[in-house]
């Protein structure tokens, strides 16, 4: 009981007829997945994260939601990969995540929040824009590997853009300053600092040279490495 949370009142996925609910009895707490199930059995889990690509990325957050106990539904290009997380009782949808189908078919309309986790910077912005449209109220949360991308993600709808260069910057030099026994504090206060000034350049870069970068690079599987 000291463990319960309040949930509002929700929409049901366009196309769900039928509602069912799964319950899994713990020793201090009950937890429950909504599904919602249309004609043909096709089926979405009702409130829930949308995981797009399950590499590195996509595999931490899939298994820090199972370990809070936080339903997910995962979008992958890799047939191989589709089978094995089938077998290991995911809830996995087979395809490109560009077609609104196969976003649809992992309810990310529905869904609490949703992750793109690949590679590839021009699909990035196509799922980003998609999303958006189809699931207003969730929660965005794009990773990418440049800053100079990261505004053009904002602008298309992203609540967080998370770009590699500057998070892997930052946990170099958090290092360093940590060996030369620089208080904790500090460290968390200039990550701060630095955040916020490469958020504000980031938005100085111009649409045209994140288009001219991203068109320069070939598209990789949903999955990063």
């Known amino acids: 009981v000291e463990r319960r949370e309040d949930f509002g009142m929700g929409v049901v996925p366009k196309g769900a007829l039928v509602l069912t609910a ?42 820090t939601a199972a370990q809070f106990d936080l339903p997910y539904a995962i979008i992958e290009m890799n047939a191989d990969t589709v089978l094995q997380q089938r077998k290991a009782g995911d809830h996995v949808s087979y395809g ?9 078919t992992a309810g990310a309309p529905k869904a609490r929040a949703i992750v793109v986790a690949i590679n590839d910077s021009a699909a990035a912005r196509r799922i980003t824009q998609m999303a958006r449209r189809i699931a207003p109220q ?52 200039t990550i701060g600092e630095t955040r916020e000034g490469w958020r504000r350049m980031g938005r100085s870069l111009s649409p045209e040279a994140t288009a001219t970068a991203a068109g320069s690079r070939d598209r990789g599987s949903d999955g990063d490495l």
Do not use: M
């Open 22 to 63: 799964g319950v899994d009895v713990q020793d201090d707490r009950i937890e429950c997945d909504v599904w919602g199930w249309a004609e043909g059995f096709s089926s979405w889990l009702v409130d829930h994260v949308v995981i797009i690509g399950f590499g590195v990325t996509g595999r931490s957050v899939a298994r």
């Open 96 to 104: 490109d995540a560009t077609n609104e189908a196969v976003l649809l």
């Open 138 to 189: 969730a929660f965005l949360i794009v990773r990418t590997r440049y800053l100079k991308e990261v505004a053009a993600l904002h602008d298309l709808g992203a609540d967080e853009v998370v770009a590699d260069e500057l998070e892997i910057s930052i946990e170099v030099y958090s290092r360093v300053l940590a060996r030369f026994l620089v208080p904790r504090e500090d460290i968390k206060r």
